[in-house]
């Protein structure tokens, strides 16, 4: 009992009365909390940091009334983080500031070239193979399409602007894949966020940083590749610097198909990171992105798949012209290359003669497509009318051909397929790549009132939303109707 009440009564007299039960004292360095935060305070003042980091106790002066006591570090840590918070920006502040580490920071572009190793070189029956399917011509001779799309590869406009997500159309002839591939790139910048840029505001995304940009092309890649291979099977064409086929009469080189090498994958998470490593082969300005891609989804379709999509027909997928044929779309957007764009299978046939299948779509496709021509009107262009399986993908995004010229029309918001109260008044983005296309080109579509269609005095683009919306009202917004 005697030793219980001294330790009472050597309490500090500030404590009596605060707790209700017994708290046992904190340590202190003087006799009242005024000298404690005016010794951190005088600490702090003379740029004693050093006695902070130090694990030994500090000591101070005695007082007059009690003898010297030592402190522990963290006791006096949080004194003087007390004396630190009260006052404002000081030397304290200062110091801090120049111990901080600077560390230097990432390129904007994480795309760097390096050597292409491992694959099986091309053989000259593959390379024969290949550019009699693309080119036509038997292959062995060079064709002046082919002039067209050597050289072109991937290139983005200016990152963090409004047009940032899109790519840039050198050539008109490399248009129609071009604008299939710019529907997977916003497929992956605007549906499939994840981390931060999940709650991110769709119209935001379109203002694409760099790694963005490189980011939704691998998806893209990634995706039209493994959708051609059947999900099963996929053959990636890169190039090197050695060549295999120079040195064969059979072969007149091009500058690529001679170089390519092939890569079999079998799973697209292998697909996708080997992607990621080659990217500057789809990116770099003097490299042959497009072509490569066309020679991988060819390769990964297969020769004797590619015959029976199209029905037997013996034709280039790039006509005379340089531009593609329209199975380049659908094997693109579907990974079969058919020619027709309705649902299912269609048997046509008379009394003669016995009813031959027409295989079109088959499932519904992710990016849709819509498809007019003054013409005919109906804008089959030879491919018959186009089925809900396309008019009406899982995406609200459509490659259109209006008059054989590409384009793209997309919403950022996925409520305009899953709910049809959104179908009521929205808003359409348009996006040619052409240099009237200065601006964003936005149009209005509402089909609550149905208006009367003057096909001959309405612009192409409007008769060309019409084949999805019948009859609804179009506000270009004050935008020039350029199409």
Known sequence: MRETASRWRRRPPYFLGVAPFYVKPPKYIGETLQQNLQHAQALARQGRQEQLEQDRPVFVPPSADMPARPMKKSSFQKAVRKVVQTQAISEVDVRAAKKRVLYPTKPKSSVQKVPVLGGQPITLETALALRKQVFGNGGDMLVPAMNEWLGQSFC????????????????????????????????????????????????????????????ALVGALSDILWRAGDRQHVVLCLT?????????????????????????????????????????EFLSEDGNGMLLLLYSVVLSRGFTKLQEDMAGEDHPLIETNATIHPCVVTLVLTGRATRYLHNGIIYEGTEDTMAKPKTGILTRSEIGLLVWARMDGSGGGGQGAVGSRLKTPSLPIWVTRCNDAY???????????????????FDL???????????????????????????????????????????????????????
């Open 156 to 215: 983005f406009n200016d990152a963090d602007t409004p047009q940032g997500y899109s790519l840039i159309m050198q050539k008109n002839s490399v248009k129609g894949l071009a604008m299939c591939v710019q529907g997977y790139i916003l497929k992956h910048l605007l549906f499939t966020r994840r981390g931060p840029r999940a709650n991110t505001d769709p119209t935001a995304l379109l203002r694409a940083s760099t790694k963005m940009q490189e980011e």
């Open 429 to 483: 983005h348009y996006f040619s790549s052409t240099i009237t296309q200065t601006d964003a080109t936005i149009v209005t579509i509402d089909t609550r009132n149905q208006v009367a269609v003057e096909e001959y005095n309405s612009p192409p683009l409007e008769n060309l939303i019409h084949t999805k919306w019948a009859g609804a009202d179009i506000n270009w917004n004050g935008t020039t109707a350029h199409v």
């Open 240 to 280: 090197q610097e050695n060549t295999y086929l120079t040195e064969n009469p059979e072969f007149q080189a091009d500058g690529c198909t001679e170089r390519v090498n092939t890569f079999d994958f079998k799973k697209q998470d292998e697909l996708t990171f080997n992607l990621k490593k080659y990217l500057f």
């Open 407 to 425: 384009g793209l029309l997309f919403n950022p918001n996925r409520d305009l397929i899953r709910d049809y109260h959104a179908e009521n008044r």
